[in-house]
């Protein structure tokens, strides 16, 4: 990707002899010219034009008018006129960026196991649809294909979804229908492996994603704490080591000043089933058997708050995101102590001084990224202690996040575009030049602006079931007897106004299975779903009514010991 542009001067003089109030110059896409070949004589000029005697009149051979597309064409009504353009340089500001993805012709899809990461996207994205396994609104959403033939398999991964996705006939035939002549088929994605690099290759798509290899090395939190070190995106006080007793992990510790109070982790996993908290022995005892043979980041035990934060490197620098504490651990939502169950972005989640720390060290880290070869999105968890003000590298996620179903709807996403579409500028076949300087500044600005949250609900009892009854994808509201009631048919949360609006996408429903730890669906609403009121942060008496009331939406029956196992996926894990 480059910031240079091969198109003409725009105060050459060519442009400079343009009619006074001509668009076609200032638009960001203009018609290819027709030019003449090599040897091909001059045009002659007309002989009205030569004499001022008046119009020349029209002959066959005359070129036909320049198409104008103007900035602001919108992508539903630009339709063969937007075929039929090019790009002359790059983007310079948000409102080409705009109109370069209202009018894009390339076919991009998001594939998963849900929709969920990028839901939503496609109101800013012309061609931009989703592959999914599972199909919350049943075959009602248009943007959303899901292969009619499901036959049961055990899916072991998010990665073993999308491969088998793209695999698919069904889908096969759907991704590559209406490929304009000249494009190709792009592709994202929250998992993938070698397996889906050469699956894409076979298929003529192209994966808009930086390596799995490179991924895969980053994913390491040993890794992680090692990069931050060096772009200078420290840690929490910690120490890289190994330990096989009690003991050696205290010795370890108290080498480093850590005290006893420790957070270990292991190299890989969901945070919420690789980081343990051990102050004595019989913690070690209760968790040793993950931890023994691992290299550890073993840190000292802060009072903190967890915030994510997405950013996305391009060749114009790093956009960073806006600031969004976690939900995790309640045991409401999610049987996983630890694990990551949602995201809140509010008015104070962090102060001024804290954002100000918080963009430069995910901004470092977005460049320490680059070093590495990495470009496009990326996820930052944050912790921010509460003690000291200080802020620190928490984890790395190097992909689509499930943070980021929130940060298409801030208000920044709306006063500009979401923060996805800078991963795509970075991909797609497009220059661009923007001030990203500024666009941090104003989201910042603009990031206590907003309220949304949004919680993954898991089934958390001990049962497996095979399920009956389970409530439609959409809106509902709370009534006048505070019931949560349906209301409509949506295509995703961007129309919620208030907090007594939620939105549901349901993930496993009627025919499906549950069992401890799958995941039933994902709530969206305006609502702050955290309190602070007579203690730490806990979910508020209205969320745990949104919970409790989709609960009871479903129904099931228990399923038999020689019955199939339930197929994994969902959005659970923090990546997806």
């Not at 480093?256 to 420790?262: F, I, K, S, V």
């Not at 923060?419 to 030049?433: A, K, N, Q, S, T």
């Not at 949560?484 to 295509?491: D, M, N, P, V």
Request: glycine fraction near 8%; aromatic fraction near 10%.
């Amino acid at each position: 990707m480059t910031n240079e542009s091969s198109s003409a001067d725009p105060k050459s003089s060519e442009a400079q002899a343009a009619k006074p109030g001509a668009r076609v110059k200032d638009a960001v896409a203009v018609p290819s010219p027709q030019a003449p070949g090599p040897g091909a004589p001059a045009a002659a000029a007309p002989a009205a034009a030569a004499s001022g005697s008046g119009p020349a009149p029209a002959s066959a051979d005359a070129a036909p008018p320049q198409l104008e597309v103007a900035v602001a064409t919108d992508a539903a009504y630009a339709g063969e006129e937007a075929d039929r353009v090019q790009l002359r340089r790059p983007l310079r500001n948000i409102s080409e960026v705009r109109h370069f993805f209202r009018t894009n012709q390339t076919p991009i899809y998001f594939v998963g196991a849900t929709p969920f990461n990028l839901l939503g996207l496609d109101r800013w994205v012309r061609n931009f649809s989703y592959i999914t396994y599972y199909d919350g609104w049943d075959g009602g959403h248009p943007r959303v294909f899901s292969p009619r033939y499901r036959p049961y398999v055990e899916f072991e991964s998010g990665e073993a979804i999308n491969n088998w996705l793209l695999l698919n006939a069904e889908v096969r035939a759907h991704m590559t229908r209406n490929v304009p002549h000249g494009e190709r088929v792009k592709v994202a994605m929250v998992f993938f492996d070698e397996e889906t690099e050469r699956i894409c290759r076979e298929l003529g798509y192209d994966l808009i994603l930086p390596s799995a290899a490179l991924r895969n090395q980053l994913d390491s939190k040993i890794e992680t704490t090692k990069l931050g070190n060096e772009a200078g995106a420290f840690s929490v006080p910690n120490v890289l080591t190994t330990a096989d007793t009690y003991e050696e992990l205290n010795d370890r510790a108290a080498e480093a000043g850590l005290g006893t109070d420790l957070v270990v982790q292991t190299p890989y996993g969901d945070s919420g089933k690789t980081t343990f908290f051990i102050s004595d022995a019989a913690g070690w005892e209760t968790h040793k058997d993950d931890i023994i043979g691992e290299q550890l980041k073993v840190m000292k035990r802060i009072n903190n708050t967890p915030v994510a934060v997405e950013a996305v490197i391009t060749s114009s620098g790093v956009v960073v995101g806006p600031y969004l504490t976690e939900l995790a651990g309640f045991a409401e939502l999610t049987p996983y102590k630890g694990g990551w169950c949602g995201n809140e972005m509010k008015p104070d989640v962090l102060n001024a001084e804290q954002r100000a720390q918080t963009r430069d060290l995910v901004g470092r880290m977005g460049e320490g990224l680059r070093t590495r070869g990495y470009r496009g999105f990326f996820e930052v968890d944050v912790l921010v202690d509460l003690d000291s003000d200080d802020v620190y590298l928490g984890e790395l996620n190097p992909r689509i996040s499930g943070a980021s179903a929130i940060t298409n709807v801030t208000a920044g996403a709306y006063a500009d575009v979401p923060l996805f579409l800078f991963h795509l500028l970075e991909y797609l076949d497009v220059e661009f030049d923007l001030d990203v300087k500024e666009i941090n500044e104003r989201w910042e600005e603009l990031s206590g602006a907003d309220e949304w949250s949004q919680m993954i609900i898991k089934e958390t009892a001990p049962i497996t079931e095979y399920i009956t009854h389970s409530p439609l994808t959409g809106q509902y509201y709370l009534d006048q007897y505070g019931t949560l009631t349906y209301k409509r048919a949506a295509l995703d949360w961007h129309p919620l106004q208030n907090g007594s609006e939620v939105f549901f996408l349901r993930i496993f429903g009627a025919g499906d299975y549950r069992w401890k730890g799958a995941d039933l669906g994902v709530l969206v609403t305006k609502n702050p779903l955290q309190t602070n009121v007579g203690g730490p942060d806990a979910l508020s008496i209205r969320a745990k009514h949104f919970i409790d009331s989709i609960r009871a939406m479903y129904a099931g029956v228990p399923v038999v010991a020689d019955d199939p196992s339930p197929a994994l996926g969902g959005p659970g894990a923090k990546g997806d």
